[in-house]
Nanobody, 121 residues
């Protein structure tokens, strides 16, 4: 089976930085698109950034220039570098990946458990 394990969240002051990591582990055939979503109380889960195997990236417009997504295909890991953090960035951050479990099988969306990012002075 497959797991997505996130790390790197925590408490940070405004204007600070954090780097989130998410690694896919277990038994699977291939990992395709990977991305980050976030959700704060009272709001819907929203896309932060996503990246496909070819390096094509989709950012939320409001986050362009502050957040950077990247991936290491050999490690099946996606990263999110977050700079100039603001209190409104406070949210649970969730890793997402499209994964084919076996050759010839269908690709499905998987989610990590989330990691909390809190921006406060």
């Amino acid at each position: 089976q497959v797991q997505l394990v996130e790390s790197g969240g925590g408490l940070v002051q405004p204007e600070g930085s954090l780097r989130l990591s998410c690694a896919a582990s277990g038994s699977f055939f291939s990992v395709y698109n990977m991305g980050w979503y976030r959700q704060s109380p009272g709001k819907q889960r929203e896309l932060v950034a996503a990246i496909d195997t070819g390096g094509n990236i989709n950012y939320a417009d409001s986050l362009k220039g502050r957040f950077t997504i990247s991936r290491d295909n050999h490690k099946n890991t996606v990263y999110l570098q977050m700079n100039s953090l603001k209190p409104e960035d406070t949210a649970g951050y969730y890793c997402n990946a499209i994964i084919r479990m076996v050759a010839g099988g269908i690709a499905r969306t998987y989610w990590g458990q989330g990691t909390q990012v809190t921006v406060s002075s």
